[in-house]
Structure formats: C-alpha cells, structure tokens
Nanobody
Framework: QVQLVESGGGLVQAGGSLRLSCTAS????????MAWFRQAPGKEREFIAS????????TYANSVKGRFTISRDNAKNMGYLQMNNLKPEDTAIYYC???????????????????WGQGTQVTVSS
C-alpha cells in the first residue's frame, strides 16, 4: 500500500508557474512508476505526465509538452510536477498516481495506476 498526498496547487495568473509535490508513504516508492493526471469540471480525467521508477522515461501529453516537467526523488519519497507558462485551460484538479512497476516504460493509462492522491486544485486566471 502506498499513500500519496499532493500539495502546491493554488491560483496563478496566465504565464505563471507552480510546482506540485507528491509525498509518498507506505511501501517502497522507488518500486513504483508514477504519473500526474488532471480533471477539469465536466471533463474526463486526463493523462499529463509519467516517469519510470528510476526517474527515466519521462513522457508528456502533447498539451503540456515543453511547459511541464515531471521528476522524482526516491530518497525523499517525493514526486514533482513543475508547471511553467500556465494557461487558463490548465485549470483542473491535479492528481498524483502510482503503481508497482520496475518496467522501462510507465503506463499512460489511468486504470493501470493503483494508488491515487486526493488531488490539488490549480486555477489559472486569464
């Protein structure tokens, strides 16, 4: 069992930056692939970025590529999402997720992820 808690959300103007954090506890976080998803009101949950257990193979949705960076620090049991040049359409609840995997390529699919945080709200004003 892994418990995930997101933090770092808030209100920011368009063009601004935020850094989301995901604090993991419980089972060995370093054995898990992790990802960030988001869900805007009235929309389905959307894949944002994923990274393998060792920090390799970062993958991004086209909508955030070049603006967002996913990273992790297994020694601290932490995951991060650096978000730059934020746009109003980035407004959503952002979720950290993880599943046990020592594979090379982390999944992009939400059903693959067994553990989820409660989410943190990101609001981007125009």
């Amino acid at each position: 069992q892994v418990q995930l808690v997101e933090s770092g959300g808030g209100l920011v103007q368009a063009g601004g930056s935020l850094r989301l954090s995901c604090t993991a506890s419980g089972r060995t976080f370093s054995s898990h692939a992790m990802a960030w998803f988001r869900q805007a009101p009235g929309k389905e949950r959307e894949f944002i970025a994923s990274v393998a257990w060792n920090g390799d193979m970062a993958t991004y949705a086209n909508s955030v590529k070049g603006r967002f960076t996913i990273s992790r620090d297994n020694a601290k049991n932490m995951g991060y999402l650096q978000m730059n040049n934020l746009k109003p359409e980035d407004t959503a609840i952002y979720y950290c997720a993880a599943y046990i995997s020592r594979g090379t390529y982390p999944s992009l699919r939400a059903p693959q992820y067994e553990y989820w945080g409660q989410g943190t709200q990101v609001t981007v004003s125009s």
